[in-house]
């Protein structure tokens, strides 16, 4: 069965960093392009970062840039997010996902950016 279990959660201060884990099973790890979600309260669940071919591609949304770093260890079969200078608007749930046609989506880790 396909899963996706979110860690590394926690609270920061405003500039602070965090690493984010994400281990999945259940499919073939490298053949599909991975990607970190995030949901904050009153929002919509928003796109931050995407791996792809096998690790040699990455995107990321405008919000992120420049702070947000994805990475993957294939034989782990784990991508993380490394997260700098976080800012309060970071501040959300964040889960990992297929970039394409999400689904079994896990119950995602929390960073909270609060002084």
């Known amino acids: 069965q396909v899963k996706f279990v979110e860690s590394g959660g926690g609270l920061v201060q405003p500039g602070g960093s965090l690493r984010l884990s994400c281990v999945a099973s259940?499919?073939?790890?490298?053949?599909?392009?991975l990607s970190w979600y995030r949901q904050a309260p009153g929002k919509e669940r928003e796109l931050v970062a995407t791996?792809?071919?096998?690790?040699?591609?990455?995107n990321y949304a405008d919000s992120v840039k420049g702070r947000f770093t994805i990475t993957r260890e294939n034989p782990k079969n784990t991508i993380y997010l490394q997260m700098n200078d976080l800012k309060p608007a970071d501040a959300a749930i964040y889960f990992c996902?297929?970039?394409?046609?999400?689904?079994?989506w896990g119950q995602g880790t929390q960073v909270t950016v609060s002084l």
């Open positions: 259940g499919f073939t790890f490298v053949s599909v392009e």
């Open positions: 996902n297929w970039r394409h046609h999400p689904n079994y």
């Open positions: 791996i792809s071919n096998g690790g040699l591609t990455t």
